[in-house]
C-alpha cells in the first residue's frame, strides 16, 4: 500500500527525527545507572508540562518548560545538580536517528516538500538540526511559538497547511507520540506513528493510517 497525493512531510522533532533519551544516555556514567528512567520522567514531566500550560492558557517557551521539567526529574531521581547545566547542553545537540538524512534526501527525490513541526522553539529547533547536519534537508522549521500554545491543539497542526496552502488530507504527518499522531490525524493530517519500541496505542478514537518501525520504511511508502 503506497501513500497518495501528499504534497508536504510535516515530522515531529523530539522521539522522531531525534533521541530523546540520547542526553541523559551521553552522560550515563556520571548520572548512574538508572539514567533511563530519569530520562523519561523528564520527558513525561515535559510533556505533562506542555498540555498543562495550554490548558491554564499560562504559555512558556519549551525551553522553559524544558528547564523546569528536568528540575523536577533531577529533584525525584536525586540527580546531583551540578550536572544540570551539562544535560541542558547536550539536550540542544541530541543525537538524530541514523536513518533520518537518508529518508529526508529520498523525498527531496520525490519533489515532497518537508518541514519539521515541534513544540521546540525556534533556536532550538535550528541549533538542534544545525548540529545533526539535517537543516538543508528541511524546507521549514516550524515552531508552536508561531501561535503560542502546544500540540496537539488544532492551530498547530494549521500552520503547516496555511504554510504549504494545501488541505490537511495533502500533508503527510509523522510523530513517535501517539497522542500526537491523534491530533494530527483528528486534523485531517494523513498520519505515520513511528512505532520505534513496541508501544501501545492510546485509546483516543483514531488510528493511524500507517504504522512503521523507522523513517527508512517511509521510502516504501513513497
Known amino acids: 500500500m503506497k501513500i497518495k497525493n501528499i504534497k508536504v512531510c510535516a515530522f515531529d522533532a523530539y522521539g522522531t527525527c531525534f533521541d530523546i533519551n540520547s542526553a541523559a544516555k551521553n552522560l550515563a556514567k556520571e ?3 538508572d539514567w533511563l528512567g530519569f530520562s ?3 520527558r513525561t514531566v515535559q510533556l505533562e508540562y506542555t498540555w498543562l500550560r495550554s490548558l491554564m492558557k499560562k504559555h512558556e517557551d519549551f525551553w522553559r518548560v524544558t528547564e523546569d521539567s528536568l528540575d523536577f526529574a533531577m529533584e525525584s531521581h536525586k540527580i546531583d545538580k551540578k550536572f544540570r547545566s551539562k544535560l541542558l547542553e547536550l539536550y540542544k545537540k541530541l543525537n538524530s536517528y541514523p536513518e533520518l538524512v537518508m529518508c529526508l534526501k529520498h523525498l ?6 518537508t518541514c519539521i513541526l515541534s513544540n521546540g522553539s525556534p533556536s532550538l529547533l535550528d541549533e ?4 545533526a547536519k539535517v537543516k538543508e534537508l528541511f524546507d521549514d522549521l516550524i515552531s508552536i511559538e508561531d501561535v503560542g500554545i502546544y500540540k496537539p491543539h488544532p492551530k498547530v497542526y494549521e500552520l503547516v497547511t496555511k504554510k504549504y496552502n494545501c488541505k490537511p488530507e495533502e500533508v503527510c504527518f509523522l510523530s513517535s507520540n501517539t497522542w500526537d499522531i491523534v491530533g494530527g490525524g483528528t486534523f485531517g493530517y494523513q498520519s505515520i506513528w513511528v512505532d520505534r ?11 493511524p493510517k500507517f504504522k512503521i518501525k523507522d523513517l527508512s520504511e517511509l521510502i516504501k511508502l513513497f
Open 31 to 33: 548520572i548512574g545507572k
Open 40 to 42: 523519561t520522567t523528564w
Open 108 to 113: 527531496k527525490e520525490k519533489n515532497v516538500k
Open 128 to 131: 538542534l538540526t544545525v548540529h
Open 197 to 207: 519500541f513496541g508501544k501501545t496505542f492510546d485509546k483516543l478514537g483514531y488510528q
